[in-house]
T-cell receptor
Framework: GAGVSQSPSNKVTEKGKDVELRCDPI?????LYWYRQSLGQGLEFLIY????????KSGLPSDRFSAERTGGSVSTLTIQRTQQEDSAVYLC?????????????FGEGSRLTVL | GESVGLHLPTLSVQEGDNSIINCAYS??????FIWYKQESGKGPQFIID?????DKRQGQRVTVLLNKTVKHLSLQIAATQPGDSAVYFC???????????FGAGTRLFVKA
C-alpha cells in the first residue's frame, strides 16, 4: 500500500543508548508530524515539518530529542541517551495540505521500550 | 492551558445499539474538531471532522455534534457493530496552524 510507513515497528534498548526512528510519509504529502503515545494515553505532539519551512519543535520534551526531514520526504526522529520514561509508541503522520483541517494519515507507530 | 478532555474513559454498548462518545474542549479559537478511531496496534484513523461554524455533520453511520456554547463535542455511532470496538479520540486544531491537540481517548466495547 501507499500509506505512511514507520520503522522499526518495535525497538528495545538499554537506558542511555541512542535510537533512531524512521518515517516514510505518503508520497506528495508536504506536512509531516511526530506524536508520542504513552500506554493508555492520548497523543502528545512532538514536532511538525511543512515543506521547506523550518520545523516547529515546540513539542519536543527535551534536547535529547531531535528530528530531521531530508529532501522533504523521509523523516528520522532521534532520541539520545534514552531514559525509561521515553518508552512509548512514536507515531508519524502526514498530510497533503499545508492548512491542517484535521485529516492526518498515521503510520502504525514504532514501539520503543527502554530497559 | 489548552486541553481536550473526555467525560468517560470506557463505554460498553450492545451490538446494534447507538453509541455516544462525548468530549469537552477548552480552546474557543479552534477551527476544526476531529474524531479519530484507533484499533489495537494501529495508528489513529480519521473518522469525521466538523468546522467550528457548523453544529452537526453526518457521515456513514456517524454523526458529530458541536455545541460551542458549552464547548462540547460528541460522536454518535448508529447501529454499533463489533468492528467499532476501538479507542476514540477527539481532537482540535486551528486553520493556518498545525498543532492538532488530542484528548486522552474513550475505549468503546461492543458486546455481541
Amino acid at each position: 500500500g501507499a500509506g505512511v510507513s514507520q520503522s522499526p515497528s518495535n525497538k528495545v534498548t538499554e537506558k542511555g543508548k541512542d535510537v533512531e526512528l524512521r518515517c516514510d510519509p505518503i508520497s506528495g504529502h508536504t506536512a509531516l508530524y511526530w506524536y508520542r503515545q504513552s500506554l493508555g494515553q492520548g497523543l502528545e505532539f512532538l514536532i511538525y515539518f511543512q515543506g521547506n519551512s523550518a520545523p516547529d519543535k515546540s513539542g519536543l520534551p527535551s534536547d535529547r530529542f531531535s528530528a530531521e526531514r531530508t529532501g522533504g520526504s523521509v523523516s528520522t526522529l532521534t532520541i539520545q541517551r534514552t531514559q525509561q520514561e521515553d518508552s512509548a509508541v512514536y507515531l508519524c503522520a502526514s498530510s497533503p495540505r499545508s492548512l491542517n483541517t484535521g485529516e492526518l494519515f498515521f503510520g502504525e507507530g514504532s514501539r520503543l521500550t527502554v530497559l | 492551558g489548552e486541553s481536550v478532555g473526555l467525560h468517560l474513559p470506557t463505554l460498553s454498548v450492545q451490538e446494534g445499539d447507538n453509541s455516544i462518545i462525548n468530549c469537552a474542549y477548552s480552546n474557543s479559537a479552534s477551527d476544526y474538531f476531529i474524531w479519530y478511531k484507533q484499533e489495537s496496534g494501529k495508528g489513529p484513523q480519521f473518522i469525521i471532522d466538523i468546522r467550528s461554524n457548523m453544529d452537526k455533520r453526518q457521515g456513514q453511520r456517524v454523526t458529530v455534534l458541536l455545541n460551542k456554547t458549552v464547548k462540547h463535542l460528541s460522536l454518535q455511532i448508529a447501529a454499533t457493530q463489533p468492528g467499532d470496538s476501538a479507542v476514540y479520540f477527539c481532537a482540535e486544531n486551528h486553520t493556518g496552524g498545525f498543532k492538532t491537540i488530542f484528548g486522552a481517548g474513550t475505549r468503546l466495547f461492543v458486546k455481541a
